[in-house]
């Protein structure tokens, strides 16, 4: 399971609390990825990291922010989850050096915003 | 824009006939093409890279630049096949220096194999 892990792995939170959600390889990999996975949407990326401290956004990143201090943890913040933002949220990691854009995923973090 | 369009929402089939997921896509350069399976609320998983051409769990794909297609194929289903199926897309890096700047995800094909 390419040494992915998420904590928590379900959550439930109510509207304007702020949620921060972390996940942690052991496989010192460069890039890190946040998605979020939603019936007839399928997975849509967040934000991800190049580096420690390089990130950048993606496709559905109003709302959310990110963090990346060290290389083994990639931390997702909702600064004030709302209803919306109930999904399940995959972080990935990229493959290894020489196939970059194959990632493999963590097993998810459920999370619903009441 | 980088687009990937899965037509069917779901897909049922008997056991042992063939199987085809359909993928298409919409990118400018020449993309990386993927295909992962999520059994029932577990992890993603890579089934297929176009690049590396191999055959997982008897499923094939083949990349059609001209059609712009990237079919997902087995020639007979089996029970344990039943998942959700995703097709991805990796463009080319904006960044100097490449890598990569996350998938794109078409919307995903329930596949049912009924016994």
């Known amino acids: 399971d390419a040494g992915i892990t998420q904590s928590p792995r379900h959550k439930v939170t109510e509207t304007g609390t702020p949620v921060t959600l972390r996940c942690h390889q052991t496989?010192?990999?460069?890039?890190m990825y946040w998605y979020r996975q939603d019936p007839g949407h399928g997975l849509r990326l967040i934000h991800y990291?190049?580096?420690?401290?390089?990130?950048d956004k993606g496709e559905v990143s109003d709302g959310y922010s990110v963090s990346r201090s060290k290389t083994e943890d990639f931390l997702l913040t909702l600064e004030s989850a709302t209803s919306s933002q109930t999904s399940v949220y995959f972080c990935?990691?990229?493959?290894?050096?020489?196939?970059?854009?194959?990632?493999?995923f963590g097993p998810g973090t459920r999370l619903t915003v009441l | 824009a980088q687009r990937v369009t899965q037509p069917e929402k779901l897909l049922s089939v008997f056991k042992g006939a063939p199987v085809e997921l359909k993928c298409n896509y919409s990118?400018?350069?020449?993309?990386?093409l993927f295909w992962y399976v999520q059994y029932s609320r577990q992890r993603l998983q890579l089934l297929l890279r176009?690049?590396s051409r191999e055959s997982i769990k008897g499923f094939t794909a083949d990349l059609n630049k001209g059609e712009t297609s990237f079919h997902l194929k087995k020639p007979f289903a089996q029970e344990e096949d039943s998942a959700m199926y995703y097709c991805?897309?990796?463009?080319?890096?904006?960044?100097?220096?490449?890598?990569?700047?996350?998938?794109?995800f078409g919307k995903g094909t329930h596949l049912i194999i009924q016994p």
């Open positions: 990118y400018s350069g020449s993309p990386e």
């Open positions: 991805a897309l990796s463009g080319q890096s904006t960044r100097l220096g490449g890598g990569a700047d996350g998938l794109t």
């Open positions: 496989e010192n990999h460069r890039y």
């Open positions: 176009h690049i």
């Open positions: 990291s190049y580096g420690v401290k390089d990130t």
């Open positions: 990935a990691i990229d493959g290894a050096s020489g196939t970059p854009d194959t990632q493999y």
